[in-house]
């Protein structure tokens, strides 16, 4: 049973900082597209951050600078440094593995919610 699970989630204050993790449970999404999706309360799921098997990135615009996603392959783990957090990044976070191919087809933009194959269960940022 394949699964991913978030960690790192919190409260924190505006202009904080957090980083969340995602430990994958195999091997097999060491050739994914991995990505970040959130989802504000009452709001559609959005496209955070993704990075490809060779570690290129895509970030939505409102955390360009902000967030940084990486992975390391040999721990099957994601990782999200979210910096100067504001409280409009206040959601949920999800973990999200899609096919290989997917973060070139969306580049310059992150996944998209529609086309993620597995879901992590979500951790929340509360940022005041």
């Known amino acids: 049973h394949v699964q991913l699970v978030e960690s790192g989630g919190g409260s924190v204050q505006a202009g904080g900082s957090l980083r969340l993790s995602c430990a994958a449970s195999?091997?097999?999404?060491?050739?994914?597209?991995m990505g970040w999706i959130r989802q504000v309360s009452g709001k559609e799921r959005e496209g955070v951050a993704s990075?490809?098997?060779?570690?290129?990135?895509t970030y939505a615009d409102p955390v360009k600078g902000r967030f940084t996603i990486s992975r390391d392959n040999a721990k099957n783990t994601l990782y999200l440094q979210i910096n100067s957090l504001k409280p409009e990044d206040t959601a949920m976070y999800y973990c999200?593995?899609?096919?290989?191919?997917?973060?070139?087809?969306?580049?310059?933009?992150?996944?998209?919610?529609?086309?993620?194959?597995?879901w992590g269960q979500g951790t929340q940022v509360t940022v005041s």
């Open positions: 999200a593995a899609a096919a290989a191919h997917l973060c070139l087809w969306y580049a310059p933009a992150p996944l998209v919610p529609s086309v993620v194959g597995y």
């Open positions: 195999t091997g097999t999404f060491r050739s994914a597209c």
């Open positions: 990075i490809d098997s060779d570690g290129e990135t």
